[in-house]
């Protein structure tokens, strides 16, 4: 068991007509003119936008709009942010939702005192002393930014995605409605699930094996976010299954399904130039990636690979061959990832093969040309990259 400090300051408001209580919120927190920041229609076309205008009005907020934040969010967004926030005396961050948004955010108040270029953030040339404070109304449980630390940006230039992860970015309130996620669509939805469960699943596979507290509450979270998303995708309406899938997006990422293990991150790591390279959303481009990484590291911890089949995906255990119970285990996953539409090879996930320059292209940039490398389970070289890279084409 590793030593850990686990701190969740974000205030929870869970529930139908959540959002109704932003105004005061807001207000609570310090904030008196907000910059109101969103992405593309679908918070205008559902209300929501103009119901949360209304509310900030009638707490005597004022704000300013920034929309157009994308999947994969650009630090071009961010610097608008941050010239607005400036230039309007912007002093509270409201992100309007999933974690696309709530990233930008984050983006922006770590840049808006900053000196330097925000990008250098990302870059870990240097660290900010100053944030503003966020809060959001969330849209699409799945990146669990909404109670995390982190952030993760792309730059145009490059397309490199990078993340900076900081206490200063946990927002001082989330909003929840299950009710608000009704609309979105099934591959949103499933793309949303996986991104909860690998979030979960980053910090399940370590070397670390005794701390059963936090393994049982991370089993808990992906059997839950398993059964619910099948729920939901045969009936989007289902209140108490959206529900049950928001909340666990929140706790697969606030730390607490982490507490005392040492966590991996080697596929987020790996997807991260897979979406900054294609675009693709990033929990497909997860589910394409995870089974070659899971053959590929699992006998650094077999037993921890097996205790995952049996008590996450129900296989039955062969106790003659830990390997045949592992590879079942993977094998389940794959189906479960399938069964919900989502990929399990970046040829599924991107429409064709992928070359061997582009593979190559990827490894350099997340192994920092050679100088880095990502895991804890299995310490990643860049020849190791390459070789998953291969795996999953």
């Known amino acids: 068991m590793q030593d850990f400090n686990f701190y969740a300051p974000t205030q929870v408001v869970f529930g139908k007509n959540s959002e109704s209580k932003v105004g005061e919120l807001v207000k609570k927190y310090g904030g008196t003119k907000v910059l109101l920041h969103f992405g593309g229609q679908s918070a205008i076309k559902s209300g929501l ?82 944030y503003m404070p ?34 200063e970015f946990r927002c001082k309130f989330a909003i929840m409605n299950p009710e608000r996620t009704y609309s979105l669509p099934a591959w949103q939805t499933a793309c949303g699930v996986t ?56 706790l697969a990422h606030n730390d607490l399904t982490g507490c005392g293990t040492s966590g991996d991150w080697a596929t987020h790591n790996l997807e991260h130039e897979l979406s900054g390279m294609f675009d693709v959303s990033h929990g497909a481009g997860l589910a394409a990636l995870w089974g ?42 794959e189906a479960f990832y399938h069964s919900i539409g989502m990929p399990t090879s970046i040829k599924e996930l991107i429409g064709r093969d992928i070359t061997n320059a582009e593979i190559a292209e990827m490894a350099d940039k997340c192994s920092n040309y050679g100088q880095n490398t990502v895991g804890c389970l299995k310490k990643l070289s860049r020849e190791d990259m390459v070789n998953i890279y291969k795996m999953a084409r």
């Open 49 to 130: 936008l103009a119901e949360v205008e209304a509310n900030l009005k009638a707490a005597g907020v004022d704000f300013v709009k920034l929309g157009g934040v994308v999947p994969n969010p650009r630090v071009s967004k961010v610097r608008e942010g941050i010239d607005i926030c400036k230039r309007e005396g912007i002093d509270f961050l409201l992100a309007v939702g999933g974690g696309s948004v709530i990233d930008s955010c984050k983006a922006i108040s770590a840049g808006r005192y900053f000196e330097g270029d925000v990008w250098d953030l990302y870059l870990k040339k240097a660290r900010a002393t100053k």
């Open 134 to 167: 966020i809060g959001c109304i969330l849209t699409i449980p799945a990146a669990g930014s909404e109670m995390s630390d982190g952030s993760v940006i792309t730059n145009e230039e490059g397309w490199l995605k990078k993340d900076y992860c900081v206490n």
């Open 195 to 250: 991104d909860i469960m690998m979030h979960t699943m980053e910090r399940y596979f370590s070397k670390d094996d005794d701390m059963e507290v936090t393994d049982s509450i991370a089993e808990s979270v992906l059997r839950t976010a398993k059964s619910q998303v099948i729920k939901v995708l045969a009936n989007p309406t289902d209140y108490n299954s959206r529900a049950q899938i928001m909340w666990a997006g929140s």
């Open 292 to 333: 070659s990484w899971a053959r590929y590291t699992r006998n650094e911890n077999i037993s921890r690979f097996v205790r995952f089949a049996v008590n996450v995906m129900g296989v039955e255990q062969d106790f003659h061959s830990a390997e045949e119970t592992a590879e079942a285990g993977i094998k389940a996953m």
